[in-house]
C-alpha cells in the first residue's frame, strides 16, 4: 500500500481522532457502565463491525486522494456518519441517567447528514471524474483497469491494446455484416481502423551507454509526445520494450502515414538530456502503419504488423549502410563533394552509382 | 568430466540472481520476497562470488515472475547478458568472426554461459541449403512450464541480442518452442523478431549457413584470444555439466554413433549401461535422475522423439529409415512409438509440418 498521501492529511487525521476521543469521554462522563450480564453480545458484535468498518472507509479515502474540496466533503460525511455509529456502539456498554435520555434520540441524527453530505461528495467526484477522464483520452479508451498499465510509460500495456483491439474487431466485422447491402465503399472508409507501430532505434545502445533508469525515463518522454502528437480519439500503449502503438479509429491508411511522420519528426527533435548533463541525446525512430483488412483476428493482424515493421527496418538498415557508403565514397574521392547540396532525387542517383561502383 | 546436481552450488549469483532482483526492486518488490525459499540473503548478493544452487535459481525465478506480475523480465535479462554480463568471455565472443565461432565458444563455455539448458548442433541439408540446428534441451532435469518458458526466453532474446549487437539488424532464424503460444507474442515481436513456431515436438534454433559464415567486420582474434585465456584461468579446470544434460548426451551419442556405423557393436542404451558409463550403480543413477525430477526413460523417450522428428521435418527421412536408426524391430512399432510421443502418426505430423510451414 502507498501511504504517500497519508501525509498531506494530518490536520483531518487529528479531526477524526479529537471527535472520536470527544465522543468517547463525553458519553462516558454521561454514562455508567452496564453490568456484565446485561450486555448484548450480539449488538456489540454487529454494531462494533459497522463502526469498525467506516473507519477502514474513512482510511482509504484519506490514502487514495489528495487534498481538496471534494476529499474534505467525503472525509466529513464518512467521520460524521462514524460518530453516529460509535454512539450506538457504545450505547452498548454504557446506561445513561434519567434525565440525560437525549443523548439515545439524538445519536442517530449524524449519520443522515453525514450520507446527505457523502452524497454531494460523489457528485462532486463524478465531476471530478469527468474532468480527469478528459485528460486521460489518448491512453484510455472506455474500460479501466490499473493493473494493466505499464509503470514505466503511464501508458497502458500491450494487454490492454490487444482487449481493445478485440474489440474494435468485433465492431468493424458486426456494422460489415449487418450492413452489408449498403454502399460498401462508403462503409470501407468509415469503418476500417488502422495501427500504428513505432520502435526507437539503437535503444539497446542508448541503455549500454547511459543505463536502465535513463532508458526509462527516455521511454516516457516519448510516450508524452506520442500523445502530443494524437487525435482525441487515438488510443496509445505500450508495446513491449522500447515499442509502441497507436490504434486510430475510423481512419485510413493515408491519415495513419501523416500521423506517423509528425510523430518521428517531433521525436527528432526531442534534445533528450541525461540527468544534468547539458548534452542532447537525438533519438530515431522507425514506424509503420496498417489498416485493418476485415478479416483477421487481432493476433493474426498483430503479428502482420509485426512484419511490416521488420520489412520498414530492414530497409532503413540498408539506406543507412548506403548511406555511410556514399560518405567513405565521398572520402575517398576529394572531387566528389558536390553530393552536398543535392537533391534526395540525385542523391539517390548518386547512392546507386556509388552501389554499381 | 564432472556433473552437478540440483542442489551443487554452482551458479553466480553475480552473473543471474543480481539483475534479476533489482528489476524486481524497479518494480517495487522487496530483494528479500524475490529470495524467500532460498538459503541466499540480499546482503549475500554484494559479495563476489556467492553461489547458489540451479534449484535455488529456480525458485528465484518463479518468486519473480510471481511478485511483479511482469512477463518482460526474461527478455530484458536477455537482451544485455552477453554485453555486460560475462566479462572476459563477452570480450571473446564480441570479437568472433562469424556466427559458427561464437557458437564453438558457446559450446566450450556452456557451463559460464548458461549452465540451464544445453545444446546439441545438427547440419541439415536441402536443396543445396545448408542450415545448422542448435537443439536445446533443459540440462537440470524436468522444469515447470514457466520456469522452462523463462529459461528459453532468456537464451534467445541473449542470442538474438548479440546478434544484432555485432550485425547491426536482425538476422534470420528459425525459432521452433516446445510450448504453447504464450499471451505475452508482443514481447517476442520486438525482442527476438523473428516468428517463433510455438507447440513443437522440440525446442530447436535454425540459422542458414549462409549467415553462420557471414564475416562480421571489427574483430580482433588476438584480443578474442587475450580474452579465452583470461576465461581459461579463472576457471581453474573447473568445467561441469548438468547431470541430466551428461545423461541426454550419453544417449545422444549412442544414438546417432549406431545411425552413422550401421554395426550395432556398441551397447544397446539402458539405465544399466548408463549406469555402468558413469561408474554408479543402478539405484544411484535412479535416484540422481529422481533428484532432477525426471528419469531415465523418459530422457531416453525424449532424445528419441527428437531423434525422430528431426529426421522428419529437416531431412525428410522415410519411416523405414528413421524406425531403423532408432533400432526398432518394425513400422508399427515405430508409429505407435511416434504416436505415444507427439500424439500425432508419423504421416499426420509430416502433413501438419508443411501446412504450418505454408502459413
Keep these: 500500500m502507498n501511504l504517500d498521501l497519508f501525509s498531506f492529511h ?50 482509504f479515502i484519506l490514502i487514495s486522494r489528495p487534498s481538496g474540496k471534494v476529499t474534505n466533503l467525503l472525509f466529513t460525511g464518512l467521520t460524521l456518519t462514524h460518530i453516529s455509529m460509535l454512539l450506538d456502539f457504545l450505547d452498548e456498554f454504557l446506561l445513561y441517567p434519567e434525565d440525560n435520555t437525549w443523548l439515545t434520540t439524538i445519536e442517530s441524527l449524524p449519520a443522515p447528514i453525514g450520507m446527505l453530505i457523502m452524497s454531494i461528495a460523489l457528485y462532486q467526484w463524478h465531476l471530478e471524474q469527468v474532468s ?21 510509460t503511464g501508458l497502458y500495456s500491450a494487454k490492454y491494446m490487444k482487449t481493445q483491439l478485440q474489440r474494435e474487431i468485433v465492431n468493424a466485422k458486426n456494422v460489415n455484416f449487418n450492413d452489408y447491402n449498403l454502399d460498401k465503399n ?30 526509462n525515463i527516455l521511454l516516457r518522454e516519448i510516450a508524452q509526445i506520442i500523445l502530443m502528437n494524437l487525435r482525441d480519439n487515438d488510443l496509445a500503449c505500450r508495446y513491449a520494450s522500447d515499442c509502441f502503438i497507436v490504434l486510430m479509429p475510423n481512419t485510413d491508411t493515408k491519415t495513419a502515414e501523416q500521423v506517423a511522420h509528425h510523430i518521428e519528426k517531433s521525436i527528432e527533435h526531442l534534445a533528450f538530456k541525461v540527468g544534468s548533463s547539458t548534452t542532447a541525446n ?43 557508403d556514399v560518405i567513405t565514397q565521398r572520402d575517398n574521392a576529394a572531387t566528389q563533394n558536390t553530393i552536398i547540396g543535392l537533391d534526395p532525387v540525385q542523391l539517390k542517383q548518386q547512392t546507386n552509382k556509388c552501389m554499381v561502383n | 568430466m564432472k556433473t552437478f546436481d540440483r542442489d551443487d552450488d554452482v551458479i553466480l549469483c553475480r552473473q543471474f540472481v543480481v539483475a534479476l532482483v533489482d528489476l524486481a526492486k524497479q518494480s517495487g518488490v522487496h530483494p528479500d520476497r524475490v529470495l524467500k ?14 553461489l547458489i544452487s540451479t534449484k535455488e535459481f529456480l525458485t528465484i525465478i518463479d518468486n519473480a515472475v510471481k511478485l511483479t506480475k511482469r512477463d518482460d523480465l526474461s527478455f530484458i535479462l536477455g537482451r544485455k547478458y552477453f554485453s555486460s554480463q560475462l566479462g572476459a568471455l563477452s570480450q571473446a565472443l564480441l570479437n568472433c568472426k562469424n556466427i559458427a565461432h561464437m557458437i564453438k565458444l558457446c559450446q566450450l563455455f556452456q557451463f559460464q554461459l548458461f549452465p540451464f539448458l544445453f545444446f546439441t ?141 550401421s554395426c550395432s557393436a556398441t551397447t544397446d542404451i539402458s539405465l544399466q549401461s548408463c549406469a555402468q558409463y558413469f561408474s554408479v550403480s543402478p539405484a544411484t543413477l535412479k535416484r540422481k535422475l529422481a533428484q532432477h525430477h525426471t528419469n531415465f526413460q523418459q530422457l531416453l523417450d525424449k532424445m ?56
Design chain 1, 132 to 152: 480527469i477522464n478528459t485528460q486521460l483520452r489518448k491512453t484510455e479508451r472506455y474500460y479501466r483497469d490499473h493493473s494493466l498499465t505499464d509503470f514505466v
Design chain 2, 121 to 261: 548442433l545438427i547440419k541439415s541439408r536441402r536443396n543445396n541449403e545448408i542450415k545448422t540446428h542448435l537443439l536445446l534441451n533443459s540440462a537440470i532435469g524436468s522444469l515447470t512450464d514457466n520456469q522452462e518458458r523463462f529459461l528459453y526466453e532468456f537464451v534467445l532474446s541473449a542470442c538474438t541480442g548479440a546478434l544484432k549487437y555485432r550485425f547491426g539488424e536482425s538476422i534470420p532464424v528459425t525459432i521452433r518452442l516446445p510450448y504453447e503460444t504464450v499471451e505475452h507474442i508482443e514481447q517476442y515481436h520486438v525482442n527476438i523478431g523473428s516468428k517463433p513456431y510455438f507447440n513443437q515436438p522440440l525446442a530447436m534454433l535454425s540459422i542458414d549457413d549462409k549467415w553462420l559464415y557471414h564475416s562480421i567486420d571489427d574483430c580482433s582474434l588476438s584480443l578474442k584470444k587475450l580474452a579465452i585465456t583470461e576465461v581459461k584461468n579463472n576457471q581453474k579446470n573447473k568445467v561441469y555439466i548438468g547431470f541430466t544434460q551428461a545423461v541426454c548426451q550419453f544417449i545422444h551419442s549412442n544414438l546417432t554413433y549406431n545411425t552413422c556405423k
Design chain 1, 282 to 324: 537525438y533519438q530515431h525512430v522507425a514506424s509503420c502503419v496498417m489498416s485493418f483488412n476485415g478479416k483477421e483476428d487481432h493476433l493474426t493482424t498483430l503479428e502482420q504488423l509485426n512484419e511490416r515493421m521488420r520489412i520498414t527496418k530492414q530497409r532503413l538498415h540498408q539506406q543507412q549502410l548506403i548511406k555511410e
Design chain 1, 186 to 215: 462508403a462503409q470501407k472508409q468509415m469503418l476500417t481502423f488502422t495501427l500504428m507501430l513505432i520502435d526507437i532505434r539503437q535503444f539497446d545502445q542508448f541503455n549500454r551507454k547511459h543505463g536502465d533508469n535513463q532508458g
Design chain 2, 304 to 359: 528419441r522423439r527428437q531423434h525422430a522428428v528431426f529426421a522428419i521435418i529437416e531431412n525428410q527421412q522415410s519411416n523405414e529409415c528413421i524406425a531403423s536408426s532408432l533400432k526398432f524391430n518394425d513400422i508399427p512399432n515405430f508409429r505407435r512409438a511416434f504416436k505415444r510421443w507427439t500424439g500425432l502418426t508419423p504421416s499426420a505430423f509430416r502433413e501438419n509440418e508443411q501446412y504450418s510451414l505454408l502459413t
Design chain 1, 10 to 59: 494530518r490536520y483531518l487525521f487529528i479531526v477524526l481522532l479529537l471527535a472520536i476521543a470527544s465522543v468517547a469521554t463525553f458519553t462516558f462522563q454521561l454514562g455508567e457502565l452496564k453490568e456484565y450480564a446485561n450486555i448484548d453480545f450480539f449488538d456489540v458484535l454487529g454494531e462494533g463491525g459497522i463502526t469498525l468498518i467506516t473507519l477502514v472507509w474513512v482510511f
Design chain 2, 37 to 50: 525459499g532460498t538459503q541466499c540473503f540480499y546482503s549475500d548478493l554484494t559479495m563476489s562470488n556467492t
